[in-house]
Every structure is written in structure tokens, then in C-alpha cells.
């Protein structure tokens, strides 16, 4: 039959066996009420450590708790100022916020959507921050990311790296969230690690950070009902540690396939308004999403086309932080080159997951041809 629609995501794609093989564990953990904690979450951890190579994993409930308690565990204290991008999911902002932390919002570069270092020096020498939440958004990392990394550690800026967008993403043959000083991931279902509900983690290989990690998900207890801090409940689920422990065996092949969705694109739709951008060069991506920049006005026509064709799309992200009605009361100050805002305006992502059918990328591939 042809194909006559495409998700823009779909998480139903799975491995033989795949789905037998969680319930049959479900049931397992069930039987022996390991709901919480038990030796899954560990087995986990060590998978996602050696992984990535990082020396430390601790999962937690989600992406945006993974950001907070990593705030919190370099030492960012309330009113400290910290730089946040102004392209990024509000998640990034919102979790300075609820650390009592002041965000100031820094453009991202136009051509390569993430900080760049000459902004990130501008931003240092400007404003003075504690701390600054770099993100690997689209599954990529900018080129600069090794000179912002040094940069920052010589200034005395500490870098979280949020990659929630990132699992799996190398740059020059090194894991991005094991070769930061500590980094984060979501696996919210639909990232590239995604769970079967909300989850997330840290990565370090800083002992002190990894222990504040530990003991902040967990209420800040240093025994039962002895607390040396004040965490949260952010605890990762048994279920959740199971079937990502199960998708990590399978992580290449996905990862591999939604890199070839995107290569497809981009060798197919050369010379069109609609113009595919890749990660750089040196930076091997996880292929998280497709990402194409059109001139704005051009867009919503494209958009019209993809909908008559039952194509989804995204458009990541449609505002910049900035520029959200709930971060004017937050903001302690922003370096704003109308960047962000126009990649917002500009930007459009087309259907990518892992296992996507050579037919699907053609029939979207066809549609925005035939929309030029
Ligand atoms: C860049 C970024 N940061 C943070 C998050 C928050 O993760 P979660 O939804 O697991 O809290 C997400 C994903 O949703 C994200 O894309």
C-alpha cells in the first residue's frame, strides 16, 4: 500500500521480541515488588556509565530534575546568576528558577544554533555568573564546545551541560555527556534513549558532584532518616531502569537509523528554499531530530503542504526563552542578537525516529519538493 501520512514521531517501532521480553520483566519486578531501587537501577547506571564513559550515573525521575540537582550539587545557590541559551526547551530555564537561581538568557550562534565562543566570553565578562547551562540541542554540539568547556573552567564559570537531546553524541570520537564536567539527559519516551515513562540521569566523573547527586534525588539522606540536605523525591523508577537497560543493547541500531533519516534528507532535498542543517563537522550525531531553516515567510506555505499530506512536523522550538510571557519576571539580564528568535521563525523538523521506512522519507521527501 503507499504510504499516505507520516508521523512526525512514533514510539511503536520496536525490536522483535522487544516488547515480550519488558513484560516478561515487568512481571518479574512485580512478582518481587521491586518497585523502587532494587538492582535494576544499579545494573542501569553501570550500563549508562560505561556508555558513556563517564566515572558516575545516577538516574533520576526526569531530564529537568536531572538539570536542578546538578545545579545544586556543583554549588549553585539562590540568587547565584546563571547563563542559560535562549534557544533551548523552557525546561533548561525553568530548572534555574526552581533552584532559586537568577537565569540570564544568551543568544545562540544563527548557522550553528548553539552557543558560540565569542557570545559565551561576552556573556562571562558581562555578567559574572556562577554557573552556565550549555545545551546540545538537536542532537548535535557545537564545534566550540571543547573551547567553551576550557574557557569556562579558566574563568571560574561552572558548565552543566544539559544534554537531554544528546545521548549517543560524540564529538571527535568522545561521548558529549561523558566528557563534560557533568552533563544531564532526559528519557522522556521520545528522546533518542527514550523510557516507558519519565526518567532521567546525571553523568560525572567528579566524585563530590556524584555524591551530592546521590544524596539529593534521594531526600538529601545520608542514613534512613538522617538528611545532610535538602533534596527531592527524584528517584527513577524500576519499570523506567528496566526498559531503558533493555534499549541500550539496542542504542546503535536506532541511533544508526535515525542518522540515516537525516542524511536522506539532506542528500535528497539539495537546492530547495528548505534547507537540511547537520551537525559539524568532528561532531557525530545522534540524529534526535531532523532540522531544515526556510525563510520565515516561506514557511507556513510548507507547512500547509506537510498537513494536506498527513505529514507531521515540528517546529523546535517556535519561541525563545526570552521572549516566554513566563520568563520576564526571572530574567537577570539577556544578550539578545535576534538569533534565537529567528531560528524560532526559521526553523522546521521533519519526521524522524528510529525506524523510519525508506518509503515514509520518500513520500515527505516528494511532498516538500513538489511544495517549491
Ligand atoms: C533540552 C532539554 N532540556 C530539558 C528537558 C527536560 O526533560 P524532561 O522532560 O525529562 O524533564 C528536555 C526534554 O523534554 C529537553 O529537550
Not at 512485580?30 to 563517564?54: C, H, R, W
Not at 545520608?222 to 519499570?239: C, K, L
Amino acid at each position: 500500500m503507499s504510504i499516505q501520512q507520516v508521523p512526525f514521531i512514533t514510539l511503536n517501532r520496536f525490536e522483535p521480541g522487544f516488547r515480550e521480553q519488558f513484560l516478561d520483566g515487568v512481571a518479574s519486578l512485580f512478582d518481587k515488588t521491586q518497585f523502587v531501587g532494587g538492582p535494576i537501577v544499579g545494573e542501569l547506571e553501570a550500563q549508562l556509565a560505561t556508555y558513556t564513559k563517564s566515572k558516575f550515573a545516577i538516574g533520576c525521575a526526569n531530564g529537568t530534575d536531572a538539570i536542578q540537582i546538578a545545579l545544586r550539587a556543583v554549588g549553585v545557590k539562590k540568587n547565584d546568576k546563571v547563563l542559560v541559551p535562549d534557544m533551548t526547551f523552557w525546561a533548561t530555564f525553568e530548572a534555574v528558577v526552581n533552584v532559586g537561581a537568577n537565569p540570564v538568557t544568551v543568544d545562540v550562534n544563527r548557522n550553528a544554533c548553539h552557543w558560540d565562543l565569542a557570545t559565551f566570553k561576552k556573556a562571562v565578562e558581562d555578567f559574572k555568573p556562577t554557573a552556565a547551562v550549555m545545551v546540545h540541542l538537536y542532537g548535535w554540539a557545537t564545534p566550540e564546545t571543547l573551547e567553551i568547556r576550557k574557557f569556562a573552567q579558566e574563568a571560574g564559570v561552572v558548565l552543566i551541560e544539559d544534554g537531554a537531546q544528546c545521548f549517543g553524541t560524540e564529538i571527535h570520537g568522545q561521548s558529549v555527556l561523558g566528557s563534560a564536567l557533568i552533563s544531564t539527559t532526559s528519557f522522556y519516551p521520545a528522546k533518542v534513549l527514550g523510557a516507558s515513562g519519565d526518567a532521567g540521569a546525571i553523568f560525572t566523573s567528579n566524585e563530590e558532584y556524584a555524591k551530592n547527586c546521590r544524596t539529593l534525588i534521594n531526600h538529601g539522606r545520608t542514613d534512613h532518616y538522617s538528611h545532610g540536605m535538602v533534596g527531592w523525591n527524584s528517584r527513577i523508577g524500576a519499570y523506567e531502569s528496566l526498559f531503558l537497560s533493555m534499549s541500550l543493547k539496542h542504542i546503535d541500531a536506532r541511533i544508526e537509523s535515525r542518522r540515516s533519516a537525516v542524511t536522506f534528507y539532506e542528500e535528497s532535498l539539495q537546492g530547495l528554499p528548505f534547507k537540511p542543517v547537520r551537525a559539524a563537522q568532528g561532531v557525530h550525531e545522534n540524529g534526535y531530530c531532523s532540522v531544515g531553516m526556510i525563510d520565515p515567510q516561506l514557511r507556513p506555505a510548507l507547512i500547509e503542504n506537510l498537513k494536506k499530506a498527513n505529514i507531521g512536523f515540528g517546529t523546535i522550538y517556535p519561541g525563545a526563552m526570552s521572549k516566554q510571557s513566563g520568563s520576564a519576571e526571572y530574567l537577570a539580564g539577556k544578550i539578545d542578537n535576534g538569533n534565537a528568535h529567528y531560528i524560532s521563525q526559521a526553523v522546521l523538523n521533519l519526521p524522524c525516529f528510529a525506524f523510519i521506512k525508506p518509503e515514509e522519507l520518500q513520500y515527505v521527501v516528494d511532498v516538500v519538493k513538489k511544495s517549491f
